[in-house]
Nanobody, 114 residues
Framework: QVQLVESGGGLVQAGGSLTLSCAASGSTISRTTMGWYRQGPGQQREFVAS???????KYADSVKGRFTASRDNNKNIVYLRMNSLKPQDTALYYC????????WGQGTQVTVSS
């Protein structure tokens, strides 16, 4: 059973940057397309970005040009570099496969102050 642990969140001012990490244990995710998702207060979980095993990425329109997904298949970790953060990026951030077929981690909170 793969366990996912997200980290790297925090409180940052608008315009700032953060890098989130998603570490998988229990099995390799190196051949799996992984996604980043977020859930803001009172909102549904939404897609943020995805990255294939080969490094091809897709992004939600709301983060395109500001966020960058990457991965280290040797370390079994997926990253999300977030630049030019906005208050509307405030949310709990999660990773999972694009099919949501792994157990969700606890997420990592990102709070962007104006």
């Amino acid at each position: 059973q793969v366990q996912l642990v997200e980290s790297g969140g925090g409180l940052v001012q608008a315009g700032g940057s953060l890098t989130l990490s998603c570490a998988a244990s229990g099995s390799t995710i190196s051949r799996t397309t992984m996604g980043w998702y977020r859930q803001g207060p009172g909102q549904q979980r939404e897609f943020v970005a995805s990255i294939t095993s080969g490094g091809n990425t897709k992004y939600a329109d709301s983060v395109k040009g500001r966020f960058t997904a990457s991965r280290d298949n040797n370390k079994n970790i997926v990253y999300l570099r977030m630049n030019s953060l906005k208050p509307q990026d405030t949310a709990l951030y999660y990773c999972n496969t694009v099919n949501w077929n792994l157990s969700w981690g606890q997420g990592t909170q990102v709070t962007v102050s104006s």
